[in-house]
């Protein structure tokens, strides 16, 4: 049931929203060259159909080759808390090229992928939500990562490769219930396809095997509650 579906990977997903503050958002841009109105987007300053990881927009509204190293962390500081205002009004698109616009700034902040991750899940693009997670991870590896990475696995309906992440995800917070909560329903998923396949090859030991791993799994996520 695809709406059933689609239920399951948004379940809890409110909890993973945005990252971190990194510091207080400044008043004004570093750049002499500010947008008179940034809670908008300019037409031709769309995001293009594809942004592969740490590539970001064309045509900027301010030059950051003649920023200082400094310049360029408070001024991609800044577009995240714009691209976090965006968020809050659900203006995902405004969103995105705020949080690309900081990519490009500051390609090393591990916060700014997480959060252009979540404007992916929620414009239904989980390929881009999956490889700005993964850039996320690679970087600092976080709670929010990793659980939002198994929200975009479990839309795809790749069960296993979601409860991977959300046993990555608990071991920064064991006792976090949503995580949990998606991470039984994520081995529910794969225990089925397992019995079903079982079914068909009752002596496969390599099924059995495992089906065994999954239940060890799930077995022990609920040790923590």
């Keep these: 049931d695809e709406s059933q579906d689609r239920s399951d990977w948004m ?3 409110e909890f993973f929203e ?3 503050d990194l510091s207080q958002p400044t008043n004004q841009p570093p750049s002499s ?3 008179p109105n940034p809670n908008t ?3 031709n300053d769309e995001p293009p159909p594809l942004v592969p990881v740490g590539e970001s927009l064309e045509g900027s509204f301010f030059d950051e080759l003649l920023l200082t190293k400094a310049q360029r962390e408070k001024q991609a500081l ?3 808390e714009l691209g976090n205002q965006a968020f809050s009004r659900e203006s995902y698109l405004t969103a995105l090229v705020h949080y690309s616009r900081a990519i490009k700034l500051h390609s090393e902040e591990a916060v700014f992928y997480s959060n252009r991750a979540i404007v992916y899940l929620k414009l239904n693009r ?3 939500s999956i490889t700005d ?3 996320s991870i690679d970087r600092k590896p976080s709670i929010k990562a990793y659980a939002r990475r198994a929200a975009a696995w479990m839309a795809l309906k790749e069960y296993g490769l979601a409860a991977d992440d959300y046993i990555q995800a608990l071991k920064f917070e064991p006792k976090n ?3 949990a909560a998606q991470l039984e329903v994520c081995t529910g998923k794969v225990e089925e396809e397992l019995m079903q396949r079982i079914k068909v090859n009752p002596k496969n030991d390599k099924l059995l095997e495992e089906l065994n791993q999954v239940r060890s799994k799930k077995n022990n996520s609920k040790k923590n509650f």
């Design 33 to 35: 060259k500010t947008n």
């Design 126 to 128: 989980f390929c881009e």
């Design 133 to 135: 997670c993964t850039a």
């Design 41 to 43: 987007i300019d037409p």
């Design 11 to 13: 379940e809890g997903l």
């Design 177 to 179: 219930s949503d995580v």
């Design 78 to 80: 800044h577009e995240k």
């Design 18 to 20: 945005l990252g971190e």
